[in-house]
């Protein structure tokens, strides 16, 4: 008798916290994702005189013990451009900037918030090695 309570207890227990937690179903592995969005660019840009160095992408998360205590620092908008920027060298701006939030489940210890960043980041044209002396 007592090992059925139990069992009940805690089936409705996972039930209960997976329906608090909005999560998704097991077989959706890159996790639960919302709030996608479109943007031109990271930062203004007042020149069309740059250069598409490549397509990039960064994150920036955070912990949320039993999906409601948050562990680790807050999610970053900036820190998740910047990662973004900073994987091609030269990068100093995004521009085709796409962004969602994705929820990844760790019953029962918590969720981590993911916020993910990719698009095309852009750099100075570089002046050659004459032009340079030139000046």
Known sequence: MI?????????FM????EACSGTFSRADVGGRVTS?????????????????????SGESSVFFLFGI???????????????AVQKIPGGKSLIKVKYWHE???FFPVGTISVLKVKGTVI????ASPTEAGKK
């Open 3 to 11: 090992r059925l309570q139990i069992c009940l207890l805690l089936s």
């Open 14 to 17: 996972f039930l209960t916290a």
């Open 36 to 56: 996608t969005q479109l943007v031109d660019s990271a930062t203004i840009i007042r020149s069309k005189d740059y250069m598409e160095l490549g397509v990039s």
């Open 69 to 83: 205590i948050p562990v680790t620092n807050p999610l970053n908008m900036d820190y998740a451009l910047s990662d």
């Open 103 to 105: 929820t990844h489940l």
């Open 123 to 126: 750099g100075s044209p570089s």
